[in-house]
């Protein structure tokens, strides 16, 4: 019988959620972070018409999709790659950049990819103590070890939601060593556009990257289209390990047309934040702990293991599936993605009922 290569061997499968809705019972996904709206009307109509052309190769460049990008972001400086979402490109830059010989690092409750990455790139995965659940720049510095290559940061984070701001990112990258490649994951990012904060013009001049995707605010998780700005020369090497085609024509076509659609994504968005944050007060309100969050998710804290695993199973037994976060290092704590008002009202409903029935 043939075994992997020793390092493929050792990984654990990454963890995705698991939904199966007991008898009886209607299946509410809230563990995946997908949007509470279908994508733009304009993208669902490209995307149609681009499937008369389905027996072609799509464009290996995205040209039109990397152009309308650089126009709207206003990017002038470093090179536009596409990928089959940004886990794509967080695995290739990985490939890419570390190794037996060099080291990733990221915050302690980092997205639980970024450590999949590394290991599938044979690279030793580090980690930083995170202030609460809010990453710690000095302590990311103090981590950094000779060997080094890579700090993933996402920023909004997930699983926590919560930020830090710009000026933080700019200490980091300005305070550690040169040669140290800095990935910052705005995946959520749109979220978080209105404070004026994404780091695009980081990347000019330095060893940085600034990813994003289209899977969240624009609604197209299913076509997978992740993106990010980097440095020309470090394009070039990523572009080496990156597979040829890897984003259907279709979806190319849907998220031009997403993009070009702010209207649409801006009104995702803010609906998305009105019901997150009215959820957040109604969990409060019965003492159920919640973060912050500048996202389209919120991260509860039941402060226990069990009593997480306990509410997450009478979630489940109602049909609701929230994600348990021990991945991250927080067994304490579920994972909710914003839905509908009616959707969230449900789950409220049946958390204070689960918490009614677990209080002495």
């Keep these: 019988m043939i075994r992997p290569v ?10 995705l959620a698991k939904m199966e809705a007991p008898p009886g019972a209607s299946l509410l996904s809230l563990s995946q972070n997908e949007s509470l709206r279908p994508p733009s009307p304009a993208a669902i109509a490209a995307s149609s018409k681009a499937l008369m052309d389905g027996a072609l190769y799509p464009d290996p460049d995205w040209s039109e999709l990397r152009e309308n990008l650089l126009s709207h972001f206003m990017i002038s400086a470093g090179e ?3 990928g089959n979402g940004s886990l794509d490109l967080i695995g290739c830059i990985a490939r890419t950049y570390s190794g037996s010989d060099r080291a990733v690092l990221a915050p302690e409750h980092a997205y639980p990819f970024f450590r999949s990455a590394a290991q599938m790139a044979g690279a030793r995965f580090d980690t930083a103590p995170e202030n609460g659940v809010t990453v710690s720049v000095d302590n990311l510095l103090g981590a950094v070890r000779p060997d080094t290559a890579i700090v993933f940061v996402a920023n909004p984070g997930n699983p926590t939601g919560t930020r830090i701001p710009k000026s933080e990112l700019y200490r980091l990258r300005s305070e550690m060593p040169d040669d140290v490649l800095l990935v910052i994951d705005e995946a959520y990012g749109e979220f978080a556009d209105h404070i004026g904060e994404s780091c695009f013009d980081m990347v000019a001049g330095t060893n940085t990257i600034v990813l994003r995707t ?20 470090i394009a070039s090497e990523v572009q080496k390990v990156m597979n040829p085609n890897n984003i259907a024509s279709a979806s190319q076509v849907a998220a031009y047309a997403a993009l070009s659609d702010q209207e649409y994504m801006r009104e995702t968005c803010a609906l998305t934040a009105s019901i997150r944050d009215a959820t957040a007060e109604q969990l409060r309100d019965v003492g159920i702990n919640v973060f912050d969050s500048s996202t389209n998710f919120l991260l509860i804290d039941f ?4 009593a997480a695993q306990s509410a997450d199973s009478f979630l489940r037994s109602k049909g609701a599936f929230l994600r348990p976060q021990s991945g991250a290092g927080l067994p304490h704590m579920l994972r909710m993605t914003v839905g509908s008002e009616e959707a969230m009202e449900t789950v409220v409903d049946n958390l204070k009922n689960w918490r009614e029935e677990n209080t002495p």
Excluded: I, N, T
């Design 80 to 82: 536009v790659l596409c």
């Design 214 to 233: 289209f899977s969240k605010a624009y609604g197209l998780a299913g076509c997978r289209v992740g993106w990010g700005v980097f440095p020309e020369f």
């Design 303 to 306: 402060f226990d293991a069990k």
């Design 6 to 15: 020793p390092h493929v061997q050792a990984m654990a499968p990454y963890a």
